[in-house]
């Protein structure tokens, strides 16, 4: 997966995301929408660390194609 398509990856995930959140916002949020949007908020913080990785692996000379997706463990126990 290149650089563009992890993007055009978020930005699905974004807006379905977004879509949840009004549903959520108007109290029409069911417990498997509720679901969902943690599954979304897990994977878009995956592919955002996939990207951080492709790029750092780039800017260091490296085959960003080396990059790969971390468990949702991993990148969920950032503290930044």
Not at 22 to 44: A, I, M, N, P
Request: with cysteine; proline share 1%; charged share 40%.
């Amino acid at each position: 997966m290149d650089d563009a398509e992890v993007l055009g990856r978020i930005n699905e995930l974004a807006r379905e995301e977004h879509e949840l959140f009004e549903r959520e916002s108007h109290g029409k949020v069911t417990d498997v929408d509720r679901d969902r949007l943690r599954r979304l908020q897990v994977t878009l913080d995956q592919c955002w660390d996939l990207l951080r990785q492709r790029r750092a692996r780039r800017a260091a000379g490296l085959d960003p194609g080396e990059a790969r997706v971390r468990a949702a463990k991993t990148v969920e126990g950032y503290t930044g």
